[in-house]
């Protein structure tokens, strides 16, 4: 199984930066892509930025320009930093990871998701 702890939320004024970090640990082979989500009271989760593990990103409309994912493949992390930071993105963010986890017994590699408690991120002035 895999663990994912988030970190980096809390209360910013508008314009604002702040940075969440994830990291996974556990029983994994390989991670394929990374990602963050948020979750605003009374709204549905909704994707927030992705990056495979080459590298390439992909982001929402509403943050582009303003967030930037990265991660570091050899300690299994995952940042998002947020700049500009707008009421709208209060939400709780939640890591992401799509990934693979070898069954010795079974001699084969399985493919699961795992998603972390969530941070909570609050954009007030």
């Known amino acids: 199984q895999v663990r994912l702890v988030e970190s980096g939320g809390g209360l910013v004024q508008p314009g604002g930066s702040l940075r969440l970090s994830c990291a996974a640990s556990?029983?994994?082979?390989?991670?394929?892509?990374m990602a963050w989500y948020r979750q605003a009271p009374g709204k549905q989760r909704e994707l927030v930025a992705t990056?495979?593990?080459?590298?390439?990103?992909n982001y929402a409309d509403s943050v582009k320009g303003r967030f930037v994912i990265s991660r570091n493949n050899g300690k299994n992390t995952v940042d998002l930093q947020m700049n500009s930071l707008k009421p709208e993105d209060t939400a709780d963010y939640l890591c992401?990871?799509?990934?693979?986890?070898?069954?010795?017994?079974?001699?084969?590699?399985?493919?699961?998701?795992?998603w972390g408690q969530g941070t909570q991120v609050t954009v007030s002035s």
């Open positions: 556990g029983s994994i082979f390989t991670i394929y892509s």
């Open positions: 992401n990871v799509d990934y693979a986890y070898y069954i010795d017994s079974e001699r084969r590699l399985v493919r699961d998701y795992a």
């Open positions: 990056i495979t593990s080459g590298g390439s990103t």
